[in-house]
């Protein structure tokens, strides 16, 4: 999340439509592309926001969770399409991980991407904590 700016409500959820959500950000965001086997494999670029920005509106129902390794991280799929549109990372568990592929298009100005080394996730954390901040106030 980047803070600076007017903040504006970005929608979107699921490809089936099942799961839709909101969140208050400002236009520009700064997105995370991250290394680990599962975000590799979804493709799962995201932004971290604090969960109180978080308004899910519909499908909690139609939504089901995976977890695996520290089972820190809670993978959120709809059930009937598979779309992961959120999630809570592993590095911000207080948080919400959005798929920016996932946000409706309009809301969103600029997107900055940021690598994460999700490979060496306990090295590079050590090394770049700042990533916390995305999901506080």
């Known amino acids: 999340l980047n803070l600076p700016g007017p903040m504006v409500k970005h929608f979107g959820g699921c490809h089936c439509k099942a799961v839709r959500w909101y969140f208050e950000g400002p236009r520009e965001l700064d997105a995370w592309v991250c290394t680990c086997s599962i975000c590799v494999m979804k493709q799962n ?46 590095s911000n568990p207080d948080g919400v991980g959005v798929n920016i592929y996932s946000i409706d298009e309009g809301s969103v100005d600029k997107i900055n991407l940021k690598n994460c080394d999700g490979k060496h996730w306990e090295e590079w954390m050590a090394a770049n904590s700042d990533i916390k901040k995305y999901s506080k106030l």
């Open 45 to 90: 670029h995201h932004v971290i926001i604090p969960q109180s920005k978080f308004v899910l509106l519909k499908g909690e129902d139609s939504i089901t969770t995976y977890t695996f390794n520290t089972h820190v991280a809670k993978h959120k799929f709809c059930k009937k399409c598979g779309h992961q549109s959120f999630y809570n990372p592993r």
